[in-house]
């Protein structure tokens, strides 16, 4: 059997556990995917025996773990493409859901988590234009809120990480931490992290030591 | 010909400034502020030449008092031609403050320094690489070996020019400061500036915040973030073309010892406790040697000249008060300047503000205000002083409170006269426990009621690196200058008033109205309430006076231990001098300063009360 067709069917299954409550029956699974049901029944015998579906008592067809894994992640690919491709780039909503059909079988896990990450940054964009109308202060620089930064901090690394910025939030004051270096996409490196949180991390061939409260407002992204 | 030296804090700019000009520097507090330009006059060709050591800064688009000074001295064309001393460890990031000075079109060369310690870590720096990408010269120095300083006023002279790189900004930003300069005919760094939020001109910030604001929906990043990123990746450019790095050289990192919570906290206690003892040590020795001098030679002959007594009482108050400001500024707070200027130096301070930043979070501030409450304890007023490296008015207020309570080297000579020597050392030791605990709760019940927002540290740490003794005395005789120009007027005025109170016997009656309060709330004879008025104005003069009025230097005879010790105590909490609140005043404000006045006065008399009723 395809993969793209083991993967519409794991998904159709667990695509509808999740929304009725219960598993399909043949006839029902046959319905959701408008085929017939006895091409249903031969392709559920593939996949029982790929590990995927087990036959419960009464035609009910249900998940393995495994199979139940493979159906929600493509639900969730599923889910991203098809708000990307409408929301972001503004396709027709049943368009979208058709070619979000095609694509989640070929498109990658970092791609989703990149795409999410993105439409999550587009969210608090407009969470922060709004806010940006009022925004008369001084310092210019973008009070934005904590929905903007879904990254985990700087305060969340361990000793001896690498990782990259991503964001700082809000605060006037961390310019300073622009002055030094701070910039998205900049590499950095946790030097020390002492029990109380405060950090010292190497910037731009530079020892920088931030307190708590400051490293929690740069998101970073962790390098493995 | 005025020549004008800007960098990062800790490129080695004084260093070159030092060595520039010999001795013979002058300090000119810069109008309004309390930052220190250094100046001092070079003879070179038969032409005089002033040269300016600018404060240290990381950017020039901040609102620090620093960078709103070198700002506003570049837009005046204070010099006529820049140097811009870069780090030839960190030059990318120093190249960063280069990039924005380039914006104001004015002369310039580029000596990067500390070439000798990049070469220990096997940084090789190409300088005509560096120099075709700046469009200016550049000079590569080892300012701690002297190497090659003697080039760069030639070199400046000869041929300093306009930069001719130009950061590439995204592309929305150089349009808005081409239209920008087309509507209002504002210049490339003033519309950068504008675009941040910063500048005076109304039209110009209400244009360019529009068009931020544009930019920021765009890029979903604020303007400060987008012309940040364009100007470190330039850097990163230049510097990648301009620097190798080769063999670096294994060397042993201390900072696993100094920043680490053991044995690093340890450490911390023990450098603090001995910058105080050898303070103490030192200080107390040659306060005698002074004190016994000024007095032979100056007092004693005045005294002699039998002068009509008010201008006796007025001259003597004088002396008196020079005497003080000599025998405890001098021998105390100078070593204690070359204490902190050498922990300074080696580049200790930051760790220790590193580690101190939890402790220091307890009591609502951050790692950063170590430094003044270290300073506390030499002299209340640089401690003052020093409080503008705290960046919000909550932490300066809160570290303005703790200050005036942290025993200073004056309170020490109370404590050590009065309460070591004739109740004991231990009792000596619980006032600064008892001071200790008052400090921590204020901190605690101020961290809760001080508005304001809480802002963390943002520290660079410095390089560890041999102190120059040379620079270590420099930076301490210009601390102390700093010191008497503020102190020594105080004192003498309050001196001559005192004098003049005694004189025309007003203490007596001022001893009547507070009896109620010494005598029964205190619990102290009549005339200490006159030794503690004395305190206000020095605080070691409360002890002198003390010993005066009783009649006797033997304390122990004519007061009871618990009244020495109330006597003590009461003097080291109640109010600061009046050189403190002369600079809070200045500093902070008349608000501030009048609540730490009643503060301390209140908490005094609450303990001294106390302490009356414990021990009766």
New interface residues.
Partial sequence: MESSLREDYLEAVQHFFEKKGHHPSYEELAVALSKPESVVRSDMKVLVSSGDVSLLAGGVISLTGQGQQTGSSVIKKHETLQCFLSEILGMDSSAASDEACTLEHAVSDETIDRLGQLMV??D??RH??QR??G????????RAGEEECQYPSIADCTEGEHIIIH??QGRA?A???????M????RVFV??K?????L?VQV???????????ASVIGVERLK | MKIALLGNPGAGKSLIFNQLTGLGIEVNRYPGSSVCLECGNVCYKKEKIEIIDLPGIYSLDGSSEEEIIVRKFLERRGADILIAVLDATKLERSLYLFTQVTEFSQKIIVVVNMIDEAERQGLIIDGDQLSSCLGVPVLLTAASEGRDIDRILPLALGSGRVATIQVPYDHHIEAALKSLEKTLGTPRYKSLLALQGTGEDRMLLDAAGAVSHEIELRHRMSVRQIIATNRHNMCRKIAASAVRQGDRKKTYDLDSLLTRAFPGVPILVAVLFFLLLSVFVIGSWMEGIIVALFTTSVITPFTALALPTLWDRIGFSMLIALQAGLGIAFPFIFTFYLGLSLLEDTGYMTRAAFLADRAMHRLGLHGEAIIPMVIGFGCTVPAVMSLRILKTRREQTIAAFLISMVPCSARTVVIAGIVAAFVGILWAFSIYIIVFILIIFTAVILSRITPGEQFGMIVEMSALRRPQVRLVLAKSWLRIKEFLFIAMPVLIITSIGLGLLQYFEWTDAFQQVVAPITVNLLGLPEYASTALLFGVFRKELAFETLAVLAGTADLGSVMSSAQLYGFAIVSVLFIPCTSTIAVLYRQLGARITALISIYTVFLGLLIGAVINILMK
């Fill in positions: 940054k587009q608090g964009q922060f234009g940006g109308h925004m008369q202060d001084r310092s210019g620089t973008c964001c700082i004051s310019k300073r931490l622009l002055d030094l270096g910039v998205p996409g900049e030097k020390r002492v029990s109380n949180g405060a010292v731009k061939g530079c020892d920088v030591a931030l307190s708590p409260e400051i």
